[in-house]
């Protein structure tokens, strides 16, 4: 350290006449200068490379004698390494035995929370309460930088419109303006205002691009989708990121237009830097360079030529740059110019976040036992946990339960301590998350008898429950016939006044490589769900799940279905927080739910297309439709209950047409007509009625999210400007037209009042 201070002092006072190493822009240029001045083309080199450690495998592959690559100057940054005093000696390597000292940055998956773990990124977004958001990207912040972590590979922004894919799980759904406001949250929360504080950490936004419109919604598939669509559904989140002061982002693993993400100049140089005036660091996904040469772009030093040239900086485990690029640059094949920039970014990254005058900023032994997995911090999880629940159905008002009585609790969910942090957990503590056997069991201590059983395996085929239950997060598969697990339950929820059933998908079922191509309830779980149904007892289906799931069946035939997703450390806590009450479920839903798996992709704003049905209709021949299924999800985008009802009064418009730098003002009145206190989500959508491209057929504009009393009502009112009413047309010029609009104004993307307006 000390030695590191002598070395760097060194260069500032040579360079800039400055006597410490403050991170101002201004003094940033002059230190790195003259720090590149000093290194060998190796040495910067090595900078643009990213083992990962091996303690936290994430990919295919793991590296070892990564301490004599530190020595060497070979390492700008290793990820998923874990606690404070590995973290440390590995960072004294780097600045006490490498002739440079450069500090290295330190990256972890840290995606919904660090120990204390918070809802999976679908499910968060389901709160639409971005202050909840960005305080859980705080926590997670405050966590990992006190372990020794200073970024993050989050937020995942990819918008999704397939629930085959797994990784729908880890994004915000699929709207462009809720993920945008989404990503912006998140990247608030883990950079704060001041990067250089020792509990704030760089973001890498991610996967950049559109890795989340993989064709049949497998993993890692090739994406192909026009322009306009690009520019007006599929990037604004990235940018929204970036606007928000995200310092790094990730290439995504797809291709995009014939040419991977990785090796993709419109993406990496036209777009991020020119359009979007980019200065952070480009890194890409976990061997995206070496995947090229799957992908059929040539050899190892061809696609690492290709990824250098497009704009990629910093090479994430494959080494490609590191054994090739200086090669590459004797044949003229890269330019030194490239290989400064790429260090340069990297180096910059590393003065933003203070590393240059404390290397160690991050490694508080003291923090760390501290300020990870504290009460503080697991009351802040339990309550965003219940936010994130959905409501789907609660027929004859089963919930909430009373906390007296005999409840049977049911299903291989119910006692799953280790599922409930979901995919994407790898800092978690899964020894000390809350069950829902033991969340129902706390809150209702002696004043109820809790029963439970676990009625059914995953499903039948034990593989299949293997594959989705990997990173050892079991379900602890019940070897006995499943008449006998079955029959146990029974005896139980016979005995009982109410049936919680906690079912549906385990943690890894979604996430990375974790496409399904079936997406109901697994069948060994829907028997038991008819099973339960049959002995007559009122039913709640706790529904475990990281995409949405074909539900048809359960809706006609279950009377109450509490979507729970992962709900994070504190999932079975708020669990019986909602179930018994204590909590009102507020969750709206960011995806369309199908209702099978052959509407897919099926989402809220699409076209009109030239043959609508007619209203009323759900079939008529020569329109577009199907013969066997209405073009109706299931429960659609925005879609939410809650324990009491929100009654709308018609839309109000303070004016019927306006002219672009004026604004028109949109307002509903709000009713909580129900008996309880709730929140609702009340959601603003437009639609352009007439113009030279054709249009959703609504799209989401802004929304707010209210608490209302019993009884009490509130005027909610959106300000709408011609920046709400631009888009991307097929020239790619982002304008409004003059025109009709129409305004709709709900509680979900289907109920809603409306009203007119012209732009002049
Ligand atoms: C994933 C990324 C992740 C990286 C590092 C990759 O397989 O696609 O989202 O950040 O691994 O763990």
Redesign the pocket.
């Known amino acids: 350290m000390k030695v590191l201070r002598i070395f760097l002092m060194g260069i500032l006072v040579t360079v800039s006449g400055v006597t410490s190493a403050q991170t101002t822009d201004a003094k940033m240029k002059p230190f790195i200068d003259a720090l590149m001045k000093k290194m060998t083309i190796d040495e910067k080199i090595g900078q643009l490379n990213l083992p990962?450690s091996g303690d936290i495998v994430?990919?295919q592959a793991s590296n070892s004698d990564i301490g004599k690559k530190i020595r060497e100057g070979k390492v700008g940054g290793l990820?998923?390494i874990k606690t404070v005093e590995k973290i440390r000696a590995v960072q004294k390597v780097a600045v006490e035995e490498s002739r440079m000292k450069i500090p290295m940055l330190f990256?972890m998956?840290v995606i919904h929370g660090y120990e204390t773990v918070f809802p999976i990124p679908l499910g968060l977004s389901c709160t639409w309460d971005m202050a909840a958001i960005e305080r859980s990207a705080r926590v997670a912040a405050t966590e990992a930088s006190a372990d020794g972590i200073n970024w993050t590979?989050s937020p995942?922004v990819d918008v999704s419109r397939d629930p085959r894919w797994g990784?729908i799980s880890?994004g915000s759904g699929e709207d462009v303006h809720l993920g945008s406001e989404i990503a912006k949250a998140m990247v608030r929360g883990y950079q704060g205002t001041d990067l250089t504080k020792n509990n704030t950490i760089m973001s890498?936004v991610?996967?950049y691009a559109l890795y989340g419109a993989g064709e049949a919604g497998r993993d890692y598939n090739t994406t192909d989708m026009s322009r306009v669509r690009m520019f007006n559904e599929y990037l604004p989140p990235y940018k929204a990121a970036l606007d928000a002061g995200a310092g790094s982002i990730?290439a995504s693993?797809n291709e995009v237009d014939g040419i991977p993400a990785t090796a993709n100049k419109f993406l990496m140089t036209d777009v991020l830097r020119k359009m979007w005036g980019f200065k952070g660091f480009v890194v890409t996904?976990?061997t995206g360079i070496n995947e090229m040469i799957d992908h059929g772009l040539g050899d190892l030093k061809t696609v690492s030529q290709l990824a250098l040239n497009a704009g990629i900086d910093m090479d994430?485990v494959g080494e490609g740059f590191l054994t090739t690029l200086k090669q590459s640059l004797q044949e003229g094949k890269v330019t030194q110019a490239q290989i400064d920039g790429a260090c340069r970014r990297i180096l910059e990254a590393k003065y933003k976040l203070g590393l240059f005058e404390d290397p160690y900023k991050y490694c508080d032994a003291k923090r760390a036992s501290s300020e990870i997995f504290t009460d503080a911090n697991r009351k802040i999880a339990r309550e965003i946990s219940a936010q994130s629940f959905v409501l789907l159905k609660n027929q004859g008002n089963v919930l909430p339960i009373k906390k007296t009585g005999t409840i049977a609790l049911i299903g291989p969910l119910a006692d799953a301590k280790e599922n409930m942090p979901g995919t994407?957990s790898?800092a978690a503590n899964f020894s000390k998350a809350t069950s829902v056997l033991t969340g129902l069991q706390a809150a209702v201590g002696t004043n109820a008898k809790i029963l439970y059983a676990k009625g059914s395996n995953l499903d039948t085929d034990s593989a299949f429950e293997e594959r989705g239950t990997m990173f050892g997060k079991t379900l602890n598969r019940d070897r006995r016939p499943a008449q006998q697990i079955l029959d146990e339950a029974l005896a139980i929820a016979n005995q009982s006044d109410v049936i919680v059933a906690a079912l549906g998908e385990s943690a890894e079922m979604t996430g990375?490589s974790s496409s399904r191509t079936d997406i109901e309830i697994p069948q060994a779980q829907q028997d038991l769900l008819m099973a339960l149904l049959k002995t007559g007892k009122p039913v709640v289906l706790v529904l475990f799940t990281g995409r949405p799931l074909a539900l048809k069946w359960e809706q006609e035939n279950v009377p109450a279905i509490l979507n729970v997703w992962f709900g994070g450390s504190e999932a079975g806590s708020a669990i019986a927080d909602v179930i018994f009450g204590d909590v009102n479920p507020s969750g709206k839903l960011s995806t369309t739910f199908p209702q099978n798996i052959g509407q897919v992709p099926i989402f809220y704003n699409h076209k009109n297309t030239g043959r609508p049905l007619p209203d009323g209709k759900w079939f008529q021949k020569f329109r577009s439709n199907y013969l066997d299924v209405s073009n109706d999800p299931l429960y659609p985008f925005g879609f939410g209950l809650s324990y009491t009802n929100f009654t709308y009064s018609p839309v109000e418009l303070s004016k019927s047409s306006f002219k672009p730098g004026e604004t028109i003002t949109a307002s509903v009145t709000v009713t909580n007509s129900g008996a309880v206190t709730g929140k609702e989500v009340v959601q603003l959508y437009l639609r352009d009625l007439v113009g030279t491209n054709t249009r959703p057929v609504k799209e989401l504009k802004g929304f707010q999210k209210i608490e209302l009393k019993a009884g009490e009502s509130r005027k909610v009112s959106f300000r709408i400007s011609v920046n709400d009413l631009k888009f991307y047309n097929a020239d790619l010029k982002y304008a409004a037209e003059p025109g009709d609009f129409k305004v709709f104004i709900g509680g979900n993307s289907r109920d809603c009042r409306e009203g007119d307006f012209k732009l002049l």
């Open positions: 990962g994430t990919g990820f998923n990256g998956d590979f995942m990784r880890e890498c991610k996967h990730m693993f996904d976990y994430m994407w790898v990375e």
